[in-house]
């Protein structure tokens, strides 16, 4: 399982971008990149997936450089409700066996 | 989590006691699993199941037992529960290439 470094934790306030990166330098060829959202007493939330370039959905960002070796989520305009810790999990197709560091903290101030 | 129940949500038990926590799906997934998650720190992998009858292990196996008779049902055994097994517990689903689906977890203290 690749090992992934992250910050471990990021203030911000509302309407500003938050920018999480990811390290992960032995990330296998086949892995995607994915993140997922825990908030207080729930279970984690996937967020997006990718495998190289940029993807985008309506929550986030995820930007994956040519050599793949680190990641950055991207959060436009947070707001309160974006306060969670943020993972970031290699993840082989059908190798289910999920790897969960300590994540990123992301505290939004109003 | 729509698709994911976990019961109970709560529970207390006494060193030696045992349990089974249960994780019920609905969304005919073959592949389940059971993290832990101790305070401040990321879910660890305990069992996880490929199908109904198959069974491994995972990071953190050790007082841990399960089964997988249905593709719906996925119970974690504690059969002997000591104080380190205070956690929370969280069951998780995933189908082909899609990313999993965790439950809201079950809180247990042991005393």
């Known amino acids: 399982l690749a090992k992934t470094t992250q910050p471990i934790s990021m203030d911000s306030y509302e309407g500003q971008e938050v920018n999480i990166t990811c390290s992960h330098n032995?990330?296998?060829?086949?892995?995607?990149i994915t993140w997922y959202q825990q908030f207080p007493s729930q279970g984690p939330r996937f967020i997006i997936q990718?495998?190289?370039t940029k993807v985008t959905n309506e929550v986030a960002s995820l930007f994956i450089p040519a050599d793949r070796k680190s990641s950055t989520l991207s959060l436009p305009r947070v707001s309160l409700s974006d306060t969670a810790v943020y993972y970031c999990?290699?993840?082989?197709?059908?190798?289910?066996?999920?790897?969960f560091g300590a994540g990123t903290t992301v505290t939004v101030r109003a | 989590n729509a698709g994911v129940t976990q019961t109970p949500k709560f529970q207390v038990l006494k060193t030696g006691q045992s349990m089974t926590l249960q994780c019920a799906q609905d969304?005919?997934?073959?592949?389940m699993s059971w993290y832990r998650q101790d305070p401040g720190m990321g879910l660890r992998l305990i069992h996880y199941?490929?199908?109904?009858?198959?069974?491994d292990q995972g990071e953190v196996p050790n007082g841990y037992n399960v089964s997988r008779s249905t593709t719906e049902d996925f119970p974690l055994r504690l059969l002997s529960a000591a104080p380190s097994q205070t956690s929370v517990y969280f069951c998780?689903?995933?189908?082909?290439?899609?990313?999993?689906?965790f439950g809201d977890g079950t809180r247990l203290s042991i005393l």
């Open positions: 032995n990330i296998a060829t086949n892995d995607y």
């Open positions: 969304m005919n997934h073959e592949y």
């Open positions: 998780a689903t995933a189908t082909g290439s899609q990313p999993q689906h």
């Open positions: 199941s490929v199908g109904a009858g198959i069974t």
């Open positions: 999990l290699p993840y082989g197709l059908n190798d289910y066996k999920l790897s």
């Open positions: 990718g495998y190289k």
